[in-house]
């Protein structure tokens, strides 16, 4: 695989800095930090070229809070100056460089390669009805807190061989432990760190059916006993090469009893659900917001599921026949 070079310069360029600050404002003219900071912007700027020249740059303190939707986690927040300019600046260069090691099996945070087009994909694999009897569904145990930082580090200089930008993306990495969630650059780097673990799976395993979103991950097969074996290759794969363990709730089932509850949905191979706790979710925001946008969001889950007769539920006639 050829390495790639010469990008750190690109990168603290004033134009790109520029450019990323521009970014990273977009809905958030209104937060204290970039309010702060364009009061001295364009002095902000020259300042963090400088510093990421001289390479005095070092990340700064961490906002540390907990959120409980979905799930309870700890979100790590940075300042916007100098911090999210900076990892906006990165991306700008280095994002379409991650986007084209992944296969086209992972969705999560690639733009044009949401939930809705896993969904179409998923959809359109379990009309292969005899192919896509059982399903392999499993997740990483704290994928994130437990990202090793030497191992990314590592994969990185297979991929990159600018000394430059490895010792900037070397001190974002060994600011927090693991990878932070709430970091603009973290889902990139956790796409990355299981990248050739896709690559593994579909050009050494040739595994046809893979769905891959974050951590969370689906394989479909006619045999449980091959769904059996390739899940013992995967827990060995991810605890000897990137020292990652599965959680112990995975699966193997048959998709028509039981159906596949992945992001948001339950796949069947006639119809898709929405998940239950989304649905009631739905339910209650929907009766009490009278915001017309809310409300769209709401309803374009539905669009992509069999969710009419909830729909109708939901809706008061008129709004039902205009939906």
């Not at 070229?49 to 309870?72: A, G, R, V």
């Not at 700008?92 to 179409?120: M, Q, W």
């Amino acid at each position: 695989m050829k390495r790639i070079g010469n990008l750190y310069q690109r990168i603290i360029s004033i134009e790109n800095l520029t450019e990323a600050d521009h970014k990273a404002q977009k809905s958030k003219s209104k937060q204290y930090g970039v309010i702060l900071h364009n009061k001295n912007r364009e002095a902000n700027i020259l300042k963090l070229h400088k510093m990421l020249k001289e390479k005095t740059y070092k990340t700064s303190k961490y906002d540390i809070f907990k959120i409980y939707e979905p799930k309870e986690r700890e979100v790590y927040r940075l300042p916007y100056f100098p911090d999210r300019i900076t990892h906006h600046a990165i991306m700008n260069v280095l994002e379409p460089i991650f986007v084209s090691t992944y296969t086209a099996d992972t969705y999560s945070c690639i733009k044009k390669r949401g939930i809705h087009l896993l969904l179409r994909k998923l959809k359109k694999a379990l009309k292969n009805t005899s192919d896509t009897t059982y399903c392999l569904k499993l997740d990483i145990k704290k994928f994130y807190p437990s990202i090793d930082h030497e191992i990314l580090k590592t994969l990185l200089r297979r991929k990159f061989k600018d000394n430059d930008l490895l010792w900037l993306l070397d001190e974002i990495i060994d600011s927090a432990k693991g990878l932070p969630i709430g970091n603009y650059l973290s889902q990139y780097f956790a796409n990355f760190y299981l990248s050739y673990f896709d690559h593994w799976i579909k050009e050494e395993k040739k595994v046809k059916y893979y769905f891959r979103y974050a951590d969370d991950i689906v394989i479909l097969h006619n045999s449980k006993p091959y769904l059996h074996n390739i899940f013992y290759d995967i827990k060995n794969y991810l605890n000897n090469n990137l020292n990652l363990e599965i959680k112990k709730n995975y699966q193997i089932f048959p998709v028509e009893s039981r159906g596949i509850d992945f992001v948001g949905y339950v796949f069947y191979h006639t119809h898709i659900l929405l998940r239950k706790r989304i649905k009631k979710n739905f339910a209650r925001k929907l009766r009490s917001n009278t915001n017309t946008k809310s409300k769209a969001s709401y309803l374009g889950w539905l669009k992509h599921c069999n969710g009419l007769h909830l729909t109708k539920k939901l809706l008061p006639d008129e709004q039902f026949q205009r939906f």
